[in-house]
């Protein structure tokens, strides 16, 4: 949802239909198997639903299931359609971004044990020396309304602190799940001055932009009335409640069965 906001902000003329997943996540801790499995899922959802271009605003789905739906399945389904993720758009920037050419990652686990960012980071810029940490309790602080306790501020310094007694030259901190930005006073509270901290819905609105300019035919297949829908697989009023702070205005979401 931090995602969508940046780009909604960044491409109001689009159409947008938000899907969570909420009976089934968080995705974290799962398999790489089960995960592929449920995106596949999502996907095919949206794209039943009219969707030419999907994003998968999740860096756990993206890093354990966006590769394969788009070289095993996307063909078979329909090769016009396109289904993008958040982990490239950020790699091709964070090099240019830190001057020590450290960086820290902070994410899930699934996240992390994919290693995803490393392997895309070696390749666009190899001079650059990635850190990786897990943080399994950051998520469940945002989902149990935790995010502004006193909890919050142990288990973010805690992590913190094992990163940066990884590496004390990291001077960038990419904050790799699209939960962590709710955290973002604590985790400014309990970082060094001088360290940038990135989120990424902005990274992702602006990357969309480009790749929409760059393939107009894709562009002019998405409709532009200015419409947002938003669908959940579990509880309305519990996903409202969340999702109203993770965007910033007021949600009224539908139920939805993945299999309609």
Known sequence: MTVLRSIVDKLPQ??????GDNARAPYGPRSFETVYHYTLECVRYFFRHGCKLVVLACNTASA???????????PSID?????????????????NISRSKHVGILGTKGTVTSQSYPIEIEKLSPEVQVVQHACPMW??????????????DYFI???????FAKDPAIDTILLA???????????KKH????????S???????????????????????????KRLFYTTDSTEDFDQHASLFYGEAVQSIHTDLSR
């Not at 590769?67 to 996307?74: A, E, H, P, S, Y």
């Not at 970082?191 to 990135?198: E, F, M």
């Open 14 to 19: 689009y159409d947008y239909l938000y899907l």
């Open 64 to 74: 354990k299931a966006l590769r394969t739906i788009q070289q095993n399945d996307l």
């Open 79 to 95: 090769p016009s359609l396109r289904v993008l993720g958040v982990i490239r758009p950020t790699t091709e920037m964070i090099g």
């Open 139 to 152: 998520v469940p602080l945002v989902e149990n309304d935790e995010y502004d306790g006193g909890g919050a």
């Open 157 to 163: 310094k805690k992590d913190l602190d094992q990163l």
């Open 177 to 187: 799940c699209t939960h962590y930005p709710l955290l973002m006073d604590h985790i």
């Open 191 to 198: 970082t060094p001055d001088g360290i940038k901290i990135l």
């Open 200 to 226: 990424q819905g902005e990274i992702v609105a602006n990357s969309l932009a480009n790749y929409l300019q760059r393939h107009p035919e894709i562009a002019e297949a998405c409709t532009k009335g200015g």
